[in-house]
């Protein structure tokens, strides 16, 4: 399969057998397969929205395999604020580097960057719509915890609405066969293209506010934080902030061998006390973001096939 070139956008661009190969990648990354394959490359990391994980792993999967990263992690510091378009942004920093990974406040950014250039785009998460690569290391979390995708019953908890970990996962997931159950507050509910396209695929999915009324099935429920930054009116924030707060007395009432994800950051959505139980893997999930990010790196540089 050759991805060289290519840009990593959406979920909706993928086929079953790419995201496949991607994590298959990764698993030989993880065993130490690849070394040193970005040597000579160089990323640009270009982040105009806060972030820890997501940039700092694309920098260290880059290092890790011998290539160079540059980048923007403070849009404040960057002719952006002189009034610079992101069209001419990217335009230029395509001529200093082999690939763009860009997060973006604006849903369509990674897109519209991808646009003009030729250079592989690599969406790290633009607005309330895509986050790829967090899907990608999700899945390979979850392949790693329980061998398959198929077969589990997955629950989606929390901001529905503006979380865009939550839509690009629930699209990868549809090309499994899985049951989805959304826990959330009316108010933030995946929003109806969403469910539509996973009706669409035929994936059976159900609905409800109260984690109770799942938490027995599931095998794995992924936790989001509300996204405050998303909300118009911060009334509206409040009527949802600290929804849920999963801690061992709410553990205690779900599948004792349910596994916890999370994304990260988490704000007060799960308690400290259950990192230590065998349910949490969120932070495994984080670490799984290196290998993760280098396969990707690798494969739409061509430097790794
Ligand atoms: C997520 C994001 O940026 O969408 N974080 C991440 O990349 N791991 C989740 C979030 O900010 O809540």
Known sequence: MNFKGKDIISLRDFKKEEIEYILQKASEVKEGRHSNSLKGKVLASLFFEPSTRTRLSFEAAMTLLGGNFFGIADPQSSSTQKGETLKDTIKTISGYCDVIAIRHPFEGAARASADVTEIPII?????????PTQTLLDLYTIKEQFGSLDGLNIGLLGDLKYG????????????????????????LKMPIHYAQYLENKGIKYTETQNIFDVGQDLDILYVTRIQRERFGDLQEYEKVAGSYKINLEVLDKLNKKIKI??????????????????????????HNGIPVRQAILGLVTGAIQ
């Open 123 to 131: 969406n790290a998460g633009d607005g309330s719509n895509q986050h």
């Open 164 to 187: 865009r970990t939550v839509h690009s996962l629930s699209m990868a997931l549809s090309f499994y066969n899985v049951k989805l159950f959304m826990i959330s507050p009316e108010l």
């Open 261 to 286: 994800m999370h994304p990260l950051p988490r704000v007060d959505e799960i308690d400290d006390s259950v990192d230590k139980t065998d349910n949490a893997i969120y932070f495994e999930q984080a």
